[in-house]
């Protein structure tokens, strides 16, 4: 009887090895990354007020390059008045920290071109996210937006 459960054993320890191999568990490092790189700048780019829902916890807070603080209230009702004003939104992580706690710090650069009556532009920023994971889901509680600069195209 021992010997059939060492079998199973064996069995469910290469099932869960070949999934892991085949990327069947995706590391907390890539479902952040993907949240801050592909996700984030999805939900502005289709004004998708739904999905920033769900990326930012209730008790968000951002400050922006002025200096302004909005909540997560504040943040989505703004997505939804506010179609993008901008062609493409890139965002590139620089720094992705993960702590004992449960808590991340994500930050990196963002890099936005469009047009408007003067003709293209572009510009880029400097973004630094705090996030906490609850119940196995990541979710933003903090950012910060700095070092705005428009760029000679």
């Given amino acids: 009887m021992a010997t059939w459960r060492f079998g199973i054993l064996v069995v469910l320890v290469l099932t869960v090895a070949a999934g892991a191999a085949q990327g069947g568990e995706r590391s907390d490092e890539e479902i952040l990354t993907e949240i801050k790189e592909v996700l984030w700048p999805r939900a502005y780019a ?5 999905l920033l829902d769900r990326l930012l916890a209730d008790e968000f807070q951002m400050v922006d390059a002025a200096g302004t603080w909005s909540t997560k209230a504040e943040e989505i009702a703004w997505l939804r008045e506010n179609p993008p004003s901008y ?11 993960i702590f004992e706690n449960g808590s991340a710090i994500v930050a990196g650069e963002g890099h936005v071109t469009g047009a408007d009556a003067d003709g293209p532009w572009e510009m880029t920023y400097q973004s630094t996210n705090v996030l906490i994971k609850r119940d196995g889901v990541w979710r933003a509680v903090a950012s910060h937006v700095s070092g705005v600069q428009r760029l000679q195209p």
């Fill in 87 to 97: 062609d493409s939104l890139v965002f590139t992580v620089k720094r992705l920290d």
């Fill in 46 to 50: 289709t004004q998708d007020v739904a």
